[in-house]
């Protein structure tokens, strides 16, 4: 795959490389080359590299008792449920603030694009604390909770609404910018030419728009399901019930269980590199997409 | 601009931005004006008593000035490795390009326990360095390599478009009026990357400091010596100390509020001089 990237890098490098005005001397190169290479090497392979190495430490048949056992499937089943809550709440909440956003102009759009944005710059901890303080015991509704037990915080709920915090900015994030760039002119048209609201979202708007909303959607899935610090506080950390897989690691972690805690991080790890494969590829199809308009 | 208010051809404006207000409101908004209402709940002298305890100004210090540093390091190693990428043609640059974007979808529990392994003294890296006199796990330094992993993507990926963007003519332009390459670096290339460079650094370090995940594996976290405020925040709650817990988030989430500002004028600074080039 990605023809049209890979050309188009190679194309760009080689262009600077071959100008004598424009290339570094080859010692310098080979340096920094060099240098990049290390600190890869240094703070992405190795990191990853060990993952994989550690969770085969003690062979097969440990690193599938990790995953099959009881526990590591409730945390399994947990981590999609709340993901599944999660994101599409997310999901809706970002093509809506992006049509608002981008659709129309209206005073304070600056103010509320940074506040889309603020759950990115707040510690996943106080994502955490902030539920504690409204539906835990002691906190604002915590007498009304526990007078017609509903249970929030050290329940699903409650991670729920942590996930959805710090997922919050995610999709809308990926798809503002994108939605700004491409104008209004086309949906336009298609309300001129008598097609509804919806419809013009649907055949006019989604299509153009597809690529960066299956991105943000992955990007926000996997924050969803490794999301630590927020779901830490408000998990209660009961086994079976409560434990996401970010949390199952951590416990078997602690308790000296390092296969079986690699075992379960390498599905986290894998997770991740399945969005990095979608990443790329949806990188790779909105260059096509941007050549194709170029050539019209 | 010019519809203005009288005259919108696109339909939905109140129902968009209705549920947006609404849905930020009640999922961000009201969430964390609780942090700010219960601190409410001391008087003024109780609250400084406890943001200036001996114990939490450490973390501070441990926090953000740990976190300044790998802000710092990804900056150079960030500029760097998007420039390597950009300009030069190498063999496997696609995949590590992929890669880049590797501690932005790890989960950070497995970057914690994976560094932790890796420096540990049995570890890879760890056998080697431990008989240099270099501890890196379970102590400060540790925590510095866990907060550059974090922050490694921002710098690249802000840097990355600006010098893509970089036309060739300018360089030449310099080259021709007989300046050399070092000079044409700092005086020509670097200004145009500098909004962008100060942007990535900004959200390295804006991360890094609320960043918990990833350090509490590798940290050791004694306290005075390798406690980050987060984690303090934690052991108030865990010891139901909650507004103890509430004040310290008050401070990160006032500091965390100027940081997003500052971020955001940079970002409109950086868009700005990126039109203009």
Redesign the interface.
């Known amino acids: 795959m990605?023809a049209g990237?890979?050309s188009h890098?190679?194309v760009?490098?080689?262009?600077?490389?071959a100008?004598?005005?424009?290339?570094?001397?080859a010692w310098l190169?080979g340096v920094?080359?060099t240098?990049?290479?290390l600190?890869?090497g240094?703070?992405?392979?190795?990191?990853?590299a060990?993952?994989f190495v550690?969770a085969f430490r003690k062979g097969w048949t440990v690193y599938l008792a990790a995953l099959v056992e009881p526990d590591a499937w409730a945390a399994i089943v947990l981590t999609l449920t709340v993901a599944a809550i999660a994101v599409p709440l997310n999901l809706v909440?970002g093509v809506?603030?992006a049509?608002?956003?981008t659709?129309?102009?209206?005073r304070g759009k600056?103010l509320?694009t940074?506040?889309?944005?603020?759950?990115?710059?707040?510690?996943?901890?106080?994502a955490g604390?902030?539920?504690?303080?409204?539906f835990?015991a002691?906190?604002?509704f915590g007498p009304w909770l526990i007078e017609n037990d509903v249970k929030i915080i050290f329940a699903v709920p409650g991670l729920v609404?942590a996930t959805?915090?710090v997922t919050?900015p995610f999709v809308a994030r990926e798809l503002i910018p994108l939605m700004e760039a491409q104008g209004?002119e086309e949906?336009?048209a298609a309300?001129?030419l008598g097609a509804?609201?919806w419809k013009?979202?649907w055949y006019v708007t989604l299509p153009n728009i597809k690529w960066g909303l299956i991105y943000g959607v992955v990007?926000c899935n996997?924050r969803a399901?490794?999301?630590?610090?927020a779901v830490?506080?408000v998990s209660g950390h009961i086994r079976g019930r409560t434990n996401t897989?970010?949390?199952h690691?951590?416990i078997l972690?602690n308790e000296y269980q390092?296969a079986a805690?690699?075992a379960v991080?390498s599905l986290?790890?894998l997770?991740?590199?399945l969005?990095?494969?979608i990443?790329?590829f949806v990188e790779w199809r909105g260059r096509q997409a941007m050549n194709a308009g170029q050539e019209l | 601009m010019s519809a203005g208010k009288t005259y919108r051809v696109l339909p939905g404006f109140p129902l968009t931005l209705g549920y947006t207000l609404v849905y930020l409101s009640l999922m961000v908004l009201i969430p964390l004006s609780a942090v700010f209402l219960k601190s409410m709940t001391l008087s003024l002298e109780e609250f400084w008593a406890i943001i200036s305890a001996p114990r939490v100004v450490a973390s501070y210090q441990i926090s953000f000035g740990i976190s300044l540093l790998a802000a710092a390091i990804n900056a150079v190693f960030g500029l760097i490795f998007a420039w390597v990428l950009v300009r030069y043609h190498f063999p496997g640059k696609r995949l590590i390009d992929a890669l880049v974007d590797l501690p932005f979808a790890l989960p950070t529990a497995v970057a914690g326990i994976a560094l932790t392994a890796l420096y540990a003294g049995n570890g890879w890296l760890g056998q080697w360095l431990e008989p240099l006199g270099v501890k890196v796990a379970f102590t400060p330094l540790g925590i510095l390599v866990a907060l550059t992993f974090i922050g490694l993507p921002f710098v690249v990926r802000t840097v990355q478009p600006v010098l893509e963007d970089l036309d060739m003519e300018l360089e030449e332009a310099a080259a021709s009026l007989g300046a050399n390459r070092g000079q044409t670096f700092w005086r020509v290339i670097l200004p145009v990357l500098t909004p962008a460079l100060l942007t990535g650094f900004a959200l390295a370090f804006a991360r890094a400091v609320g960043e918990y995940g990833s350090v509490i594996f590798i940290a050791g976290n004694v306290p005075m010596v390798s406690e980050i405020t987060p984690l303090l925040i934690i052991t108030k709650l865990e010891q139901y100390d909650y507004v103890g817990a509430t004040a310290i988030a008050v401070v990160m989430l006032v500091f965390s509020f100027i940081l997003l500002f500052l971020i955001n004028g940079l970002q409109i600074w950086a868009n700005r001089s990126r039109a203009r080039n």
């Open positions: 990605g990237v890979a890098w190679t760009h490098a080689r262009r600077f490389e100008n004598a005005a424009t290339r570094e001397p190169k920094l080359i240098v990049a290479l600190f890869f240094l703070f992405l392979l190795l990191p990853l060990t993952v550690e909440f809506m603030a049509w608002a956003i659709k129309f102009d209206f600056q509320l940074t506040l889309i944005d603020l759950p990115f710059s707040v510690s996943p901890v106080i604390l902030i539920y504690v303080l409204i835990g002691q906190g604002w609404l959805v915090f919050f209004r949906e336009e309300i001129v509804s609201g013009t979202f990007l996997a399901m490794g999301e630590f610090g830490s506080v897989l970010p949390l690691v951590e972690y390092f805690a690699f991080a986290l790890a997770l991740a590199l969005t990095l494969v990443k790329s």
